[in-house]
């Protein structure tokens, strides 16, 4: 469990600089000023957020693999962890409407993009860690820290990485280390994703015919 952590603990740490450490059980004064500055680069995500966006697209899983992420291999303890991250744009992530500095898939971002600027570090802690780089901390409402939400990222940046680690011992890599992992956690059935995507291709086919 540990190392698994140290994975998503390290990226973390190498992405963002100004971590300021709070309660779990306490508020967060935050508002949105749509600066578009956490939607710079693509965020990394699960195999999870993978299906999320599939079924928000109407698309299939390795649609939104190929078409929407990269995978990197990072070399983490033990192991060259595959990271899926959302690709970048021109400016800002894939999904980001760079005129009305909006998320195009607001309603089934990644979990992490729901968090921000809460980062969580350390799954066992009692602490979270609040990205104080973003200009919309310390202004706006006082809210409650979401704890069911983190609850939810916690349990699946575990599976998602634990899966991963299977696999890559199982001597999986890349995307279809990825790809293993989210059969073996059940977001991604990869005979109901080809037919999913031929019959998509064929809906396409015939209102352009
Ligand atoms: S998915 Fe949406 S919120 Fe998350 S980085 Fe991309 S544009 Fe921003």
Known sequence: MESIWSVARFLEKTLHYRLVKVPRDGFIEFTCTHCGECCREGPIITVFDVARIARGLHTTFTDVIDRY???????????????????????????HDDSAMRCRIHDFKPLTCKLYPIKVLDPASDWIWIDCSCEGVGSGERV??????????????TAHYLALAMMYILGYRGKECVLKAAELIGVYRPGLDSLKSTVLKSLVFSSQH
């Open 144 to 157: 409650q820290i979401p704890n069911n939400l983190i609850d939810q990222y916690i349990a699946e940046v």
């Open 69 to 95: 992420c990269s995978v990197e291999c990072v070399e983490a303890r033990n192991w060259v962890c595959p990271i899926v991250r959302l690709r970048k744009g021109a400016k800002y992530c894939i999904f």
